[in-house]
């Protein structure tokens, strides 16, 4: 069984950054990504990473801003978000699948194929 635990949210002015962090115990999964919610808003993804080979994707509202990485012997993913804007702050959520796909697939987009969730964190980016 995977549990994912997330740190690192917090209030940030606009223009700052932050770094999420993803504790992953259990099996290692197949891929681990980062979803976010507002109030109102469906869940957006913001990036994925694949575990063995750290094959990348990112949302294209976070491209070239923030940056996924994992550490496979701590079993960490970060999320390294900078220059940040009003419009990231939500609830971060890890998230995390036995499988891997192919480096195009669009599942890796879609939270209804994650089978683990944590339980979250807020970021809130003020101006």
């Known amino acids: 069984q995977v549990q994912l635990v997330e740190s690192g949210g917090g209030l940030v002015q606009v223009g700052g950054s932050l770094r999420l962090s993803c504790a992953v115990s259990?099996?290692?999964?197949?891929?681990t990504a980062w979803f976010r919610q507002s109030p109102g808003k469906e869940r957006e993804f913001v990036s994925s990473i694949r575990w063995f080979d750290g094959n990348m994707r990112y949302g294209d509202a976070v491209k070239g801003r923030f940056t996924i990485s994992r550490d496979r012997a701590k079993k960490v993913v970060y999320l390294q978000m900078n220059t940040l804007k009003p419009e990231d702050t939500a609830d971060y959520y890890c998230?995390?699948?036995?499988?891997?796909?192919?480096?195009?697939?669009?599942?890796?987009?879609?939270?209804?194929?994650?089978?683990?969730w944590g339980q979250g964190t807020q970021v809130t980016v003020s101006s």
């Open positions: 259990g099996p290692t999964p197949g891929a």
């Open positions: 998230a995390a699948t036995s499988r891997a796909w192919n480096s195009g697939s669009n599942y890796y987009s879609d939270h209804r194929q994650y089978d683990y």
